[in-house]
């Protein structure tokens, strides 16, 4: 039923037409909002969209915002239980506290995810307790930092900010309320995805991906995944952005490895950073030694040129923010909260300050960060103060930077990678003056950057949040501890999950290793570990585990080692991200995460302290990216495109071109493109969810050799596909016709599940 406003009309809530807005449900109304079961509810979620939006950024460098699929599954999941329970069914605010906490997971699943693996490039362990230290920091500070700025951006700029997602998800949350919307579609994309992948790459009835090589250009291959959450991620971001990434792909794969192999005809040595002849090279070794960092240049330079067009951004932000905190506007709520409208109480500020002052507090402490006034590395007090000023210097600017361009463009355009780029380059710049390019220095800047990445990710979240519960007419005090708590919940859970992914496909390897003696005084505190996975079941002895860091005296490539008393490397501990080996020593496939922009990260660090990189291979990637900007078209969804195997953006693009014919149809039907809660968004949403949590449900899976063999029918009943993988093409075809006709409004609607009327 229809929830009126005052005037006894329900107010328009999007476009805001009204003088004196409105929101849907007035201030003087004061129903259930702030309850556990919406807590609970929403942490969950939050969790299980971390996760999906962990595996995502391992493999493309990509998420999609949670918010909206959230805010549906909380709609459904509560009308469920009214029904099962003859509960009351929970009200607008309810379900919006629900997408609150539960959006959280995916903003901090990106920051963790770009930025935590380059320790594994870098030669380090990634420890749980450093991957929860920088969590919970950034996603608490950028949560705090975002609080006073909610008068300025969502209430004094309400009709100057969009937030486009917000406003979606707003509307998404109404529609629950009259009666509109459910997530029949999400939980059908989401079995069905789940299912696929289960069938594909679990018991491997058919290939995960499909390649024919082009006879006439040596070196060229085309291939695609034929992965439902990458058609899934497609559809949502659009054909632009999906065509100039899979743009990027063809010159690196189809063009730039032929020309290579072509032009190296008459080689005569190993070309640095190769070390063998190009002749001899596979295209994947050719993409490892020069494509990758073409790729990560160009990606950097994308980063870079996407922060220099919003620096005007950037000052407008910034000096708004500072003249709204000098007026008192956010504080006015804290000192006299009797007098002030329900729907405009914010947290305490002594709140606020208090904690973030903890947070800093936190940082000086925390050795995980890399500076600490506390053992073992309280004898560098001045590193502890630089790591804190940097993290709140750049904290401060790109959290308000996030949360105003979040308003503008939404959060799929949001610049976070170029915002974190820009503060990896300020503090390795900074360290590199100070004479800080130890080891250790490099794993400092690396959790500064991270935690700033993660609180200018959750900022702008936070503000999308706000945003709609401006809208609907939540307690903005509500949602900010709802977002708070969610947030908690969310960093506490991602750093096993990112960890427990990558021991999965973690390989100990015997072949080729280097021919080198790791003195003694080197490996006197290191730590014995043993053999892993398949090869633990022959060799049960531990060794001292020792890491090679970039541009280490042995010439031994970055990474960690396992080494026997003498010295001698005895394995390679090659990580399933970024890792160099796919398959085990035994021969058996292991399932690698690409993560393009953590190599970014890696690349920076050492590019700058150590100052050893193919700076030549970095500077054509660079002049990839401003040729394109030059030619008016968007560089970092092409360098990453460049980055990424062709197999990972063909589906992405695939998904594109079929939101294209949707959109081409829908404006021929209703003079507007679907909306991001239109069928085809919300199937492609539970694709994404089905898809990658079934990939972390399999990389668990590979902890146990047993049930990895159990599962694997396809091998059992001889099932070798050759890389055309005719049956593979056949079901991410039906796959894909199924999106279409969802998109075009042909799946018909589950008990619940009606289109929306008059949704506008």
């Avoid at 050795?367 to 103060?385: T, Y």
């Amino acid at each position: 039923m229809q929830q009126p406003g005052e005037d006894g009309q329900r107010p328009d809530v999007v476009t805001a037409e009204a003088e004196d807005f409105q929101p849907y449900v007035p201030a003087a109304k004061e129903p259930r909002e702030f309850t556990l079961p919406a807590i609970v509810v929403g942490s969950i979620l939050g969790i299980v969209f971390g996760a999906s939006s962990m595996y995502l950024v391992l493999k493309v460098g990509l998420t999609v915002s949670a918010s909206i699929p959230v805010a549906v599954l909380s709609i459904t999941l509560f009308r469920a239980f009214s029904w099962a329970l003859g509960a009351k069914p929970a009200t607008i605010l309810e379900n919006n506290i629900v997408q609150t906490a539960g959006s959280a997971g995916e903003s901090i699943a990106f920051g963790v995810g770009v930025t935590m693996p380059a320790l594994l490039i870098l030669g380090f362990d990634m420890s749980l307790g450093r991957i929860a230290v920088v969590a919970v920091l950034g996603g608490l500070l950028g949560i705090l930092m975002m609080i006073p700025l909610r008068r300025a951006f969502i209430v004094q700029q309400h009709r100057k900010l969009a937030y486009p997602e917000g406003t979606a998800c707003a509307e998404v949350l109404i529609a629950g309320e009259e009666g509109g919307a459910s997530a029949g579609k999400v939980f059908f994309g989401f079995g069905v995805a789940f299912l696929y992948k289960f069938v594909s790459s679990g018991m491997h009835f058919f290939g995960e991906a499909v390649a024919a090589p082009i006879r006439t250009l040596k070196g060229a291959v085309v291939a695609s995944e034929v992965a439902p959450e990458l058609l899934g991620v497609g559809y949502i971001i659009g054909p632009r952005i999906a065509s100039i990434m899979v743009a990027g792909g063809v010159l690196a794969y189809l063009v730039l490895v032929p020309a290579i192999v072509l032009f190296a005809g008459s080689q005569a040595a190993p070309i640095f950073p190769g070390t063998k002849l190009i002749a001899d090279m596979s295209p994947r070794e050719i993409r490892d030694a020069y494509i990758l960092y073409i790729g990560a240049g160009a990606v950097a330079a994308g980063g870079i040129i996407s922060m220099v067009r919003v620096l005007p951004t950037i000052f407008r932000s910034a000096r708004a923010s500072l003249i709204d905190i000098r007026r008192g506007g956010p504080s006015e709520a804290a000192r006299s909260p009797a007098n002030v409208p329900r729907t405009e109480r914010d947290l305490s500020m002594k709140v606020v300050l208090g904690g973030s002052l903890l947070l800093v507090l936190a940082i000086v402490l925390a050795p995980e960060i890399g500076v600490s006034l506390l053992p073992p590395l309280m004898q560098d007090p001045f590193g502890a103060v630089l790591g804190a000023v940097l993290i709140v210097f750049c904290g401060f600017l790109f959290v308000t930077v996030s949360s105003r361009l979040t308003g503008e463009i939404g959060s799929s355009s949001n610049p976070i990678s170029g915002m974190t780029v820009a503060t990896l380059l300020i503090t390795c710049l900074v360290f590199l003056l100070l004479g800080r390019t130890t080891p250790a220095d490099r794993m400092a800047a690396l959790s500064i950057a991270a935690v700033v990445c993660i609180a200018a990710s959750n900022g702008g979240t936070t503000s999308q949040d706000l945003k709609t519960g401006f809208l609907v007419g939540a307690t903005p005090r509500h949602q900010q501890v709802a977002i708070l708590i969610g947030a908690l919940a969310s960093a506490l859970v991602i750093g096993s999950i990112l960890k427990a992914l990558n021991d999965a496909g973690t390989v100990y390897s015997q072949k080729d290793l280097p021919a080198v003696k790791v003195e003694a005084s080197e490996l006197a505190d290191a730590p014995r570990e043993g053999v892993r996975g398949s090869a633990a079941a022959s060799d049960t002895a531990l060794y001292r585990v020792w890491h090679a860091f970039p541009g280490n005296a042995q010439g031994v490539l970055p990474g960690k080692y396992l080494v026997d008393d003498t010295g001698a490397i005895r394995y390679l501990v090659d990580p399933a991200i970024n890792g160099r080996l796919s398959q085990r020593d035994d021969g058996t496939a292991v399932r690698k995460f690409e993560a393009p922009k953590t190599q970014l990260m890696a690349l920076i660090i050492d590019g700058v302290l150590t100052q050893k990189l193919p700076w030549a291979l970095v500077l054509l990637g660079v002049l990839i990216a401003v040729t394109l900007e030059l030619s008016g078209v968007p560089a970092l969804p092409f360098a990453v495109g460049v980055y990424l195997p062709l197999a990972s953006s063909a589906p992405i693009f695939l998904g594109g071109a079929i939101r294209w014919l949707v959109d081409r149809r829908s404006v021929a039907r209703t003079g507007k493109p679907e909306p991001d809660s239109g069928p085809g968004v919300l199937l492609s949403t539970g694709l994404i969810a089905g898809g990658t949590i079934a990939g972390v449900v399999l990389a668990f899976c590979a902890f146990s050799e047993g049930l990895v063999e159990t599962l694997n029918v396809g091998k059992r009943l001889e099932l070798d596909w050759d890389e055309r993988n005719l049956p593979a093409l056949i079901a991410f075809g039906l796959l894909a016709a199924l999106l279409l006709w969802s998109g075009l409004g042909r799946v018909p609607a589950g008990p619940g599940n009606g289109r929306r009327e008059n949704a506008k």
